[in-house]
């Protein structure tokens, strides 16, 4: 579907939005952080396009004008802070009514029980710091702690440090590759900057299913002893 893959675009994003980008920027890293609804919208992608493209010759290649990087860097952090506030405010507030709805065509209870996953996984501190690096987790993480009582100052405190790891390193890398590449040729490179973000961004997950394998080898006997399996 051509409007879906639209909305996963972060290029079609920055285009849309013209003048507005920087401004859209914010917007969406605050909506996709704590608005639950927010979830399907581009974070990763998008911030690394937005360094990208606050190069000024980058964002001559595709015709819009160069966003602005000390405000990325700056306001970004903020907003995606603020936001994940928000979604641990929704979570302790009113959480439990809204997790407990039946799957529809936008919210899957298999996002809330993937979040919760990594809370108890990880413990809390570090959960909060990974989930930013992982789509969808990302935006279900913070109400998933505010039902799960995590204090909202500790919650604040890994919260803050997550969000400025994830923002800065984003913004960064892209910021570097629109100053590395041939102006002329930006489509060629944004598609394969994307795709490694976001297999960066699933590395947390890739580690996970290969120590729940390791760990599923091992099969108690009775004394108490393991032994692998095959």
């Not at 990763?44 to 290649?61: E, M, N, Q, R, T």
């Not at 209870?109 to 990594?118: L, P, Q, T």
């Not at 102006?183 to 590395?203: A, E, N």
């Not at 947390?204 to 006997?221: C, D, F, L, M």
């Amino acid at each position: 579907m051509d409007w879906l893959s639209n909305l996963l675009d972060p290029t079609w994003w920055l285009t849309i939005l013209g003048a507005f980008a920087t401004v859209g920027v914010l917007a969406i890293i605050f909506a996709e952080t704590g608005l639950l609804v927010g979830f399907f919208l581009p974070g990763d992608s998008l911030l690394v396009a937005a360094g990208i493209f606050s190069s000024a010759a980058a964002a001559k290649g595709i015709g819009i004008e160069p966003l602005s990087f000390p405000v990325l860097l700056i306001a970004t952090p903020l907003c995606a802070v603020a936001g994940a506030q928000l979604g641990h405010l929704i979570g302790a507030k009113v959480g439990g009514r809204l997790f407990d709805k039946p799957d529809s065509r936008l919210f899957k209870r298999e996002y809330v029980e993937k979040a919760e996953h990594y809370f108890v996984k990880f413990g809390p501190a570090r959960a909060v710091i990974i989930a930013r690096f992982v789509p969808i987790v990302r935006t279900f993480m913070n109400p998933v702690a505010g039902v799960l009582e995590m204090p909202a100052r500790t919650f604040f405190l890994w919260n803050t440090i997550g969000g400025l790891v994830w923002v800065e390193s984003m913004l960064l890398i892209g910021h570097f590759l629109g100053g590395q590449v041939d102006p002329t040729k930006i489509d060629k490179y944004i598609l394969p900057g994307v795709f490694l973000i976001v297999f960066i961004s699933v590395i947390p997950i890739i580690v996970e299913v290969i120590k729940t394998r390791r760990a599923a080898k091992q099969v108690p006997e009775p004394n108490g002893k393991h032994h692998r399996v095959g």
